[in-house]
T-cell receptor
Framework: AQSVTQLDSQVPVFEEAPVELRCNYSSSVSVYLFWYVQYPNQGLQLLLKYLSGSTLVKGINGFEAEFNKSQTSFHLRKPSVHISDTAEYFCAVSASGGSYIPTFGRGTSLIVHP | SAVISQKPSRDICQRGTSLTIQCQVDSQVTMMFWYRQQPGQSLTLIATANQGSEATYESGFVIDKFPISRPNLTFSTLTVSNMSPEDSSIYLC?????????????FGPGTRLTVT
């Protein structure tokens, strides 16, 4: 089984500042890794995913994440955030080679202040 | 991509009653799932909705409490039965495996349920 830990429940940041949302996972098998975003009153939207290959993954809206196998981490970063990035961000992991049914972290609320 | 709609978007229900949530996808998909998102918690998979057969439930979830139907490749329902305040959550429909498309997982907007 897999598990995900999102260390920060809330991350406040000022507009145009850089941000990093942390995600660590646990698994006894190879994994796929995902970041989803949930805007208020909306469903989850896939930001980016790591399946294989390059450990640096670029997603939508200027976000990127780096898979670090030795540290079992998949932190999400953006060099300059906007007010519109205010949302809930979920890290998720699934066992590779099968269905993508993921196990989700508890989420990190990114709050961007003007 | 897939466009998923859920009805109702939100509801307030009395304990002891039941609510059926509908999920409609604009494309045929191989897999449909139901998740629960409790306040301050991560998403938890309730079950996989199987077309033409009984749903596959995750540990801690049973058919009597959460009966699921999936009559075709684009539609599913989840019923929350004999509700209690502990059932207050957001319920999310999710799909995977668009026929002729990607295996990416897509989520609906959710149904916000409050049980009083």
């Amino acid at each position: 089984a897999q598990s995900v830990t999102q260390l920060d429940s809330q991350v406040p940041v000022f507009e145009e500042a850089p941000v990093e949302l942390r995600c660590n996972y646990s698994s006894s098998v190879s994994v796929y890794l995902f970041w989803y975003v949930q805007y208020p009153n909306q469903g989850l939207q896939l930001l980016l995913k790591y399946l294989s290959g390059s450990t640096l993954v670029k997603g939508i809206n200027g976000f990127e994440a780096e898979f670090n196998k030795s540290q079992t981490s998949f932190h999400l970063r953006k060099p300059s955030v906007h007010i519109s990035d205010t949302a809930e961000y979920f890290c998720a992991v699934s066992a590779s080679g099968g269905s993508y049914i993921p196990t989700f972290g508890r989420g990190t609320s990114l709050i961007v202040h003007p | 991509s897939a466009v998923i709609s859920q009805k109702p978007s939100r509801d307030i229900c009395q304990r002891g009653t039941s609510l059926t949530i509908q999920c409609q996808v604009d494309s045929q998909v191989t897999m449909m799932f139901w998740y629960r998102q409790q306040p301050g918690q991560s998403l938890t998979l309730i079950a996989t909705a199987n077309q033409g057969s009984e749903a596959t439930y995750e540990s801690g979830f049973v058919i009597d409490k959460f009966p699921i139907s999936r009559p075709n490749l684009t539609f599913s329902t989840l019923t929350v039965s004999n509700m209690s305040p502990e059932d207050s959550s957001i319920y999310l429909c999710s799909v995977e495996g668009l026929l002729g498309g990607s295996d990416e997982q897509y989520f609906g907007p959710g149904t916000r349920l409050t049980v009083t």
